[in-house]
């Protein structure tokens, strides 16, 4: 059973386009959301988080935009680059939890 | 400072053999999480340890693998018995508290290839 769902599976998006990946869940007592950036060969890294007492959150290009009655919640990233190109993967946990729910990643590709 | 460390990168086996999974937490951190990636799939939660503790196993396979966190040493992930199903990238993150809200630091795994 996946808890969270992610789309698109893979997105192509010119340089300086916006890259939008989005993901869904069930479990109301989610109340992380973290986005991780990985690259062939690396581990996972975190890119961003949000809480859900906050609609939106912006760290430089990236931002999370998150609906709470909707339960979905979506990373866009602005004038996309070469060097953005990655696996991007949403998750979601809860305070106390000892664990981290993935998607299933989305491979980003821009081109020049 | 180090991040944390896995070894070996590759791991090759035949089906039948012994795999250990080696990882060393950044300094300072004392919770240990591994997680498991099957191709084109997201990480599925392992095991989660502290210092000679197993804290949470919910996500290991009832048979042949196991985990560990000496007092000393790294923490090790053993799968016995290997099978092709089993070959997989393998991660071990660890933390400075408990869970992953306080932020997980990945190693960046071992390949596993059962053949």
């Known amino acids: 059973q996946q808890q969270v769902k992610q789309s698109p599976q893979s997105l192509i998006v010119q340089k300086g386009g916006i890259s939008i990946i989005n993901c869904a869940y069930e479990?109301?007592?989610?109340?992380?959301f973290p986005w991780y950036q990985q690259f062939p060969g690396k581990g996972p890294a975190l890119l961003i988080a949000?809480?859900?007492?906050?609609s939106e959150k912006k760290e430089g290009r990236f931002t999370i935009s998150f609906n709470k009655s909707a339960k979905q919640f979506s990373l866009h990233i602005m004038d996309s680059q070469p060097g953005d190109s990655a696996t991007y993967f949403c998750a979601a946990s809860w305070t106390g939890a000892n664990n981290l729910f993935f998607g299933t990643g989305t491979r980003l590709t821009v081109i020049p | 400072n180090a991040g944390v460390m896995q070894n070996p990168r590759h791991l090759v086996r035949r089906r039948g053999q012994e795999a250990r999974l080696r990882c060393s937490p950044m300094k300072g951190h004392s919770h240990v999480y591994w997680y498991r990636q099957l191709p084109e799939e997201g990480l599925k939660f392992m095991v989660y340890?502290?210092?000679?503790?197993?804290?949470?196993e919910s996500g290991m396979p009832k048979e042949r693998f196991s985990a560990e966190f000496p007092k000393e040493g790294p923490s090790i992930l053993r799968i016995q018995q290997v099978v092709r199903g089993d070959s997989a990238a393998y991660f071990c993150?660890?933390?400075?508290?408990?869970?992953?809200?306080?932020?997980?630091?990945f190693g960046s795994g071992t390949r596993l290839t059962v053949v």
């Open positions: 949000i809480r859900p007492d906050v």
């Open positions: 479990n109301t007592a989610f109340d992380y």
């Open positions: 993150a660890s933390s400075n508290s408990r869970g992953p809200v306080y932020g997980y630091t």
């Open positions: 340890l502290q210092k000679e503790n197993i804290i949470d």
